[in-house]
């Protein structure tokens, strides 16, 4: 089945722990991207890729760190996690430019 | 960069009735439009997209409409049924390159 797979759903942890969140598409996209949703803010972008090795911030890059060493994975890693940080985290992938996004099922992630 | 307003932020409509959400956007230079339906606790899904090439395209119910020169788009849903109830969201990019979602739309069909 196509998809975009995300781990974990959950997770709760404490200021500063490091953390990642993995993302794996298996439809071969060649964009991918990170977005956090919060009530009220929509949906604002983390970071993206174009393709392996190139990635770009988006909107809200403060406090993340990402990597594309393969075309099917997008981990998200947060180096010293902080409360504002609690959110719920999208990994979406695209077929190329100009093509809807096909997104995750979401990390609900709360720091505390 | 970009920066995409939507409106309203809440709609409430009778089943059957129409529903309209707009968006507007800032970068002329955006050229890709998709719009999103969330449905509770449930990833966004496309229902619909549009490119600056086009100035309207239509999926059944749904329908988007774009003016370019106004830098505006907006979703139509006609004949609206209870499972329309959603919240939407309106995206814009210069291809898919740093898309910026509006905050979206909590839209409620009454039965």
């Known amino acids: 089945e196509a998809q975009v797979t995300q781990n974990p759903r959950y997770l709760i942890t404490v200021t500063g722990k490091k953390l990642t969140v993995t993302c794996s598409q298996n439809?071969?996209?060649?964009?991918m991207s990170w977005y956090r949703q919060d009530p009220g803010l929509g949906l604002r972008q983390i970071y993206y890729?174009?393709?392996?090795?190139?990635?770009d911030k988006g909107d809200v890059p403060e406090g993340y760190k990402v990597s594309r060493k393969e075309k099917r994975n997008f981990p998200l890693i947060l180096e010293s996690p902080s409360p504002n940080q609690t959110s719920l985290y999208f990994c979406?992938?695209?077929?190329?430019?100009?093509?809807?996004?096909?997104f995750g099922s979401g990390t609900r992630l709360t720091v505390v | 960069g970009e920066n995409v307003e939507q409106h309203p932020s809440t709609l409430s409509v009778q089943e059957g009735d129409s529903a309209v959400i707009k968006c507007t956007y800032s970068?002329?230079?955006?050229?890709?439009f998709p719009w999103y339906k969330q449905e509770l606790g449930k990833r966004p899904q496309l229902i619909i997209d549009?490119?600056?090439?086009?100035g309207e395209k239509k999926d059944q119910r749904i329908a988007v409409t774009l003016n370019k020169t106004a830098k505006h788009f907006s979703l139509h849903i006609t004949e609206t049924q209870p499972e329309d109830s959603a919240v939407y969201f309106c995206?814009?990019?210069?291809?898919?390159?740093?898309?910026?979602f509006g905050a979206g739309t909590r839209l409620t069909v009454k039965p």
């Open positions: 979406a992938s695209s077929l190329n430019r100009g093509s809807g996004y096909t």
């Open positions: 439809m071969n996209h060649e964009y």
């Open positions: 890729s174009m393709n392996v090795e190139v990635t």
């Open positions: 970068d002329s230079a955006s050229n890709y």
């Open positions: 549009i490119r600056s090439n086009v």
């Open positions: 995206a814009a990019s210069i291809f898919n390159n740093d898309m910026r």
